[in-house]
């Protein structure tokens, strides 16, 4: 193993950097994709391809999404046994993961049809639309498995350290879905069905790159270990993190629904001005996320090595480097935000709008650098309960703060009850962080 994973070495800004930059070049790249599906299908000149395509990708997302556990829970455990020195459980930890993620999505295939349905009842849409989202979802489905396994894929080279194999992956299933959406729509004429087929090809082909990069892990006994695989003792642990990691991420995830459903009581116009400016969210969630990857891999080396000096210093430097990487982009959005939202619509009306709340946008980054570093370093600590309470108590101060401000101050006092999660989920972690840190032996 020792060629397969980063053991824990000289904390520098260099290594943050290694690690963080790949992840931020990543995650640019995924709107790219869905730029080219949009743009081939609207190629066939009718509007229902574009729909069928769009609710189809939306409803497999939200099925996917309940495993996105999978990629934080693997990088905290991997993380650990890898500052351990312990490669053969470091090895266990990812084909415990794949073997999960090959059970959830055979578990998806088998019951596509009532999952579907249920997607429908939920996101309804015409019949035609409708039969051509159910094509188009009849045959994405069969990638489950392997989407789901680049969760885990992907938690563990981010353990190791490894995140250019992410770019990798990355570059690699965006470039052939993009090649074969020109060929299987624009040349082959196959419409809907094309971009499925070409969606199962590139994730198929990214599951298989990324377990090529991790082949260390099956090269050598753990593999064939069932004793250690499957201790009753590690797979309860797992499974309880894992769970934590869940209920954590559907409570954030009420938070941003019901946002985005008090947001549509203020009439169109301020409901399309928030669409807009919710992209400005999304560009500081791919920035910090880079360094929360960061956080999650270097402090968790550093706990299971067991040196606290080593967990303060990791926490520290990437820290600042996410609270830098925030002023850079809240001075970014106050400078240049109103051409930015001139760059998305032309409707004057939307453009006034968005401008009205340009102030949310620059404190945003600056607020929010917090919450994802704590859940970085919690992540990595694999500490979940704490996770799963603090955000359960942000939570309530959220829906505490929108449904006591919006009569006060409208569409400002919702957005003023966004920023106040993103503090609550900072600050809250943050009062759990000196017994996390007291917990690691010196």
């Known amino acids: 193993m020792a060629d397969a994973v980063a053991g824990p070495g000289p904390l520098t800004h260099r290594r943050i950097l290694n ?3 790949p992840v931020v070049l990543a995650n640019i790249t995924v709107p790219i994709l869905g730029l080219v599906d949009t743009g081939v299908v609207g190629q066939m000149g009718e509007a229902a391809p574009i729909g069928a395509v769009g609710i189809g990708a939306l409803i497999l997302t939200a099925l996917y999404w309940v495993f996105g556990f999978l990629r934080m829970g693997t990088t905290g455990f991997a993380a650990q046994a890898i500052g351990a ?7 266990a930890i990812l084909i415990r993961a794949l073997a999960i993620a090959a059970l959830a999505g055979v578990s998806i295939i088998a019951l596509q049809w009532p999952l579907f349905a249920a997607g429908f009842r939920l996101s309804p849409a015409s019949a035609e639309v409708e039969t051509l989202a159910r094509d188009y979802m009849a045959i994405r489905v069969w990638s489950a498995p392997f989407l789901i396994a680049t969760y885990a894929i992907t938690g ?12 990798v992956m990355q570059l690699t299933m965006n470039g052939i ?3 074969l959406d020109l060929v299987f729509v624009l040349g082959w004429g196959w419409g809907v069905q094309g971009v499925a087929v070409a969606t199962v090809i590139a994730e198929v082909s990214g599951c298989a790159l990324g377990l090529w990069f991790c082949r260390a892990a099956f090269a050598g006994a753990p593999w064939r270990d069932r004793a250690r695989l499957l201790d009753p003792a590690k797979l309860k642990r797992f499974a309880s993190v894992n769970t934590d990691i869940l209920i954590r991420s559907l409570l954030l995830q009420s938070i941003f629904m019901s946002f985005l459903f008090f947001a549509a009581r203020y009439g169109d116009t301020r409901l399309a001005a928030t669409h807009i400016l919710m992209q400005f969210l999304t560009v500081t969630a791919y920035a910090m996320d880079g360094f929360a990857f960061a956080a999650e891999s270097l402090v968790g080396q550093a706990l299971g090595a067991r040196r606290r000096a080593a967990f303060r210093r990791a926490a520290l430097l990437v820290s600042g480097w996410c609270f830098a990487t925030g002023v850079a982009l809240a001075l970014a959005f106050a400078l240049f935000g109103g051409t930015i939202i001139d760059w998305m619509t032309t409707a004057p009306d939307v453009r006034v709008t968005a401008r009205d709340y340009l102030i949310f946008m620059a404190l945003t980054p600056l607020i929010s650098a917090a919450p994802f570093m704590m859940d970085g370093i919690f992540i990595g600590a694999t500490r979940t309960r704490d996770m799963r309470n603090m955000m359960a108590l942000s939570t309530a101060i959220y829906f505490t703060a929108a449904l006591t401000l919006m009569p006060l101050a409208g569409s400002h006092g919702l957005w003023l009850a966004l920023l106040i999660s993103f503090a609550a989920r900072g600050a809250t972690l943050a009062w759990k962080y000196p017994a996390l840190e007291r917990s690691i032996n010196a």
């Open 85 to 91: 020195g312990d490669g053969a459980e470091t090895a």
């Open 19 to 21: 690690i963080a930059v």
């Open 177 to 179: 879905n993009i090649a």
């Open 156 to 167: 563990w080279l981010v353990a190791a350290e490894r995140t250019r194999a992410i770019l």
